[in-house]
C-alpha cells in the first residue's frame, strides 16, 4: 500500500513539473535589445504605409479616397493622407511627419526643393482657378480677366457696395497663394491693402476650400477656388462661376518625395513607387476619368510629355523617379 502511494506521489510530481515547463516554453520571450515590461518597439517609418501630406481640394473632390481605392488594392500598401493645405503640408513634411506631398504652389514648392526636403518632382494634372460668386454679380465683373475682376471687386467693396465681399482662405495653401498673386498683380499689397487696409468686405476664413465655399455661400460673397472643389460642392451652393478663363487661372498639381537625406527614415521606396504609379498610363487614366460620370468633364486633366514641358507647365511628369539608393 505504502509502495503504491509512494509511486502516485512521483507520478503528481512528475507531471506538476511537466506543466510548468510547457507553461514556461509558452511566454514571449523579450525582442534583442528590448527591455522586459516595455512597449514593443515601434515598426521602422515606412514599412507598409505611405504618409501623404495633400491639399484639401484633392480631398474635397473625392480624388484621393480613388486613389487609395484602386492604388492599395493593387500593391497592398496602406495610403494615410493629411489634407492640409500646400504650406501647412509642405511644412509637415519639412519635420519628417509624411514621405511625400501632393500640392499645387509652384512658388512654395520651389522654395521646398531649394531647401533640400523635397526631390523627384512631378507634374501629375492640373484643372483651373475660377471666381465664383452672387449670380447678380454686384461688383459688375463677369466677362473681365480675372486681374481686372479683383481690382473691381477691390474698389466696389472699399466703396462699400452693397453686397460685395470676398471670403478667402486665408491658410497659406495653394488656393490662398494664388489670391494674393491675382492681389499684387492688381497693384495691391496683400499685407498692407488686404489684410490690413481692406475693411469688413473682406473675410479670412482660414479654412479648407470646401470649408470656405461654404462660409461665401453663407454670406453671399466671391472667392477663389478651384473647380474641381466647387463643382463637388455646387449643389449645396447658390454661388456661380463668374470667372472661368485666363492664364493666371491655371492650377497645376504636382508629387514631391521627401529627401531621405533630410529624413532617414522616410519611405524613400514607397515615395518613389506611387509617384510612378500616378505618372504611369494607369494612373493618369483614373485621374482623367474622375469625375466625367458624376459632372459630365473631368474635375482634373492629366499631364502627359511634351506638353507638360512647355509653357506654362515646365515642369517633369513622364520621366519616372529613378529607384532610392
Known amino acids: 500500500m505504502r ?25 514571449t520571450a523579450p525582442e534583442e535589445n528590448e527591455t522586459p515590461g516595455a512597449a514593443p518597439t515601434t515598426p521602422a517609418a515606412g514599412t507598409g504605409v505611405l504618409r501623404i501630406a495633400t491639399t484639401t481640394s ?22 494615410q493622407f493629411i489634407a492640409q ?12 511627419d509624411v514621405d511625400l506631398v501632393l500640392v499645387h504652389s509652384p512658388g512654395l514648392e520651389k ?32 466677362g473681365m ?27 497659406n495653401s495653394g488656393t490662398h497663394n494664388q489670391e494674393k498673386a491675382l492681389w499684387e498683380e492688381a497693384g495691391y499689397d496683400y499685407e498692407s491693402d488686404i489684410m490690413e487696409g481692406a475693411g469688413a468686405w473682406y473675410v479670412d476664413a482660414g479654412k479648407g476650400m470646401g470649408d470656405t465655399l461654404i462660409l ?12 474641381g472643389t466647387y463643382l463637388s460642392f455646387a449643389d449645396r451652393l447658390a454661388l456661380v462661376p463668374v470667372i472661368e478663363e485666363g492664364t493666371e487661372l491655371m492650377n497645376c498639381y504636382s508629387a514631391i518625395a521627401v529627401n531621405p537625406a533630410k529624413h532617414p527614415d522616410t519611405n524613400a521606396q514607397g515615395a518613389a513607387d506611387f509617384i510612378n504609379w500616378l505618372i504611369s498610363d494607369e494612373g493618369k487614366q483614373l485621374i482623367g ?18 506638353e507638360c514641358t512647355e509653357p506654362p507647365f515646365n515642369c517633369t511628369c513622364a520621366e519616372p523617379v529613378p529607384t532610392p539608393a
Open 145 to 171: 480677366d480675372p486681374v481686372e475682376a479683383f481690382k473691381t471687386i477691390y474698389i466696389a467693396g472699399t466703396n462699400n457696395t452693397p453686397g460685395v465681399a470676398f471670403v478667402s482662405r486665408g491658410d
Open 289 to 306: 476619368d474622375f469625375g466625367t460620370a458624376e459632372f459630365g468633364k473631368p474635375l482634373f486633366i492629366p499631364l502627359y510629355a511634351p
Open 85 to 96: 493645405g500646400t504650406g501647412q503640408s509642405l511644412d509637415t513634411a519639412r519635420r519628417g
Open 111 to 142: 522654395e521646398f526643393e531649394d531647401e533640400g526636403y523635397g526631390i523627384n518632382p512631378r507634374c501629375i494634372a492640373y484643372n483651373f482657378f475660377i471666381i465664383v460668386g452672387p449670380r447678380d454679380d454686384p461688383a459688375g465683373i463677369a
Open 3 to 27: 509502495t503504491k502511494t509512494t509511486i502516485l506521489s512521483v507520478s503528481a510530481v512528475l507531471i506538476l513539473l511537466i506543466l510548468a515547463a510547457f507553461a514556461g516554453c509558452t511566454d
Open 58 to 79: 484633392l480631398e474635397n473632390t473625392g480624388l484621393l479616397a480613388e486613389l487609395e481605392r484602386v492604388y492599395e488594392g493593387t500593391t497592398g500598401m496602406d495610403l
Open 216 to 227: 461665401a455661400n453663407e454670406k453671399n460673397a466671391y472667392t477663389l477656388t478651384d473647380e
